[in-house]
């Protein structure tokens, strides 16, 4: 890594002495852990009354099992409305870009996965390659550090996520704006001319391939109509739920993957619920994928009928 032309470039310098460094600040915030914990245990057995049992409902080592990672942004408590701004200067002649256009931004972010070394770019290679079916191949290939980071993963979902609203963005025009005007091809296809409507609030941009989005909930909404004009009103519902520490055939595909080691029966059985747990949350990507299996092992044996 120190040998990276990424590094370099972008004037990172690997620092020799970290281990030690990062050995002594570890090693000062386990004595000082040690010595609060011996005060807070001196003054709870001073103020302990003889008659409690010590129950608690709350089982703190089981407080943080499970998947807690998401895409939502932190909102600190003490500024709920995140309506403070952050003011910078950049470099003189520069400008500052997002993250996620960044080339570089995820080796770096990450790289205990990239190890200073870039991915080959689609000029270098006989054949173009997307990026999502790059994140395709990361997240299934036999190398599980990809699968297994999950901050890595949300940043390729926000990746592709900015990458086709910008590949597929569509323009539209405001009727009550733009009722008594004519807008020809030509008009739409001059960039200046869009901007102008943008910024006058005489068009939006649609996201036709982003979920959730209004446009989106409406071609969802007219096909929900027309299968029920089609089919008829439904008459069950029915939701399926991931019992994914119960399925010995996942937890022994995970163990296998993971921590290389073909799990028996009776040591599945003999697993806790924490140990299922921390097995489950190491790789989420074949927990998804395994769980997408049977839903649709289930709509074709049983449903479809």
Not at 146 to 172: C, E, M, Y
Not at 174 to 179: H, N, V
Not at 253 to 269: A, C, P, Q, R, S
């Amino acid at each position: 890594m120190r040998t990276s032309d990424l590094y370099k470039s972008s004037g990172i310098e690997i620092n020799e002495d970290w281990i030690t460094e990062i050995a002594k600040i570890n090693e000062e915030i386990h004595d000082n852990e040690n010595n609060s914990e011996e005060q807070e245990d001196n003054q709870d057995q001073n103020d302990s009354d003889n008659d409690s049992d010590h129950f608690s409902e709350v089982d703190e080592s089981e407080t943080h099992v499970g998947n807690t990672d998401t895409l939502l942004d932190h909102i600190p408590d003490d500024n709920p409305l995140c309506d403070t701004g952050l003011t910078f200067a950049p470099g003189e002649g520069q400008r500052p870009i997002s993250l996620y256009s960044d080339p570089d931004a995820e080796y770096l972010s990450f790289p205990t996965i990239f190890c200073g070394q870039r991915r080959p770019d689609n000029k270098d290679r006989s054949v173009s390659v997307h990026y999502t079916d790059i994140v395709k191949w990361e997240l299934r290939s036999m190398d599980r550090r990809v699968a297994q980071s999950v901050p890595n993963i949300f940043f390729k979902l926000k990746k592709i996520q900015l990458k086709n609203i910008s590949d597929k963005v569509n323009l539209a025009l405001r009727r009550c704006q733009s009722e008594g005007k004519k807008w020809t091809a030509k008009d739409v296809l001059n960039p200046n001319t869009v901007n102008d409507l943008v910024r006058l609030d005489e068009g939006y941009y649609i996201f036709r391939s982003l979920r959730n989005s209004p446009v989106y909930l409406e071609k969802r909404k007219k096909d929900l109509f027309a299968m029920i004009r089609q089919l008829g009103l439904p008459t069950w519902f029915g939701s399926l739920s991931s019992a994914d520490t119960n399925w010995k055939d996942l937890l022994r595909i995970l163990g296998k993957l993971n921590d290389g080691k073909e799990y028996t029966d009776n040591e599945l059985e003999e697993m806790d619920w924490h140990q299922k747990s921390k097995l489950v949350q190491k790789d989420p990507v074949t927990c998804s994928r395994y769980f997408d299996y049977r839903v649709q092992q289930f709509i074709n044996l049983v449903l479809k009928k």
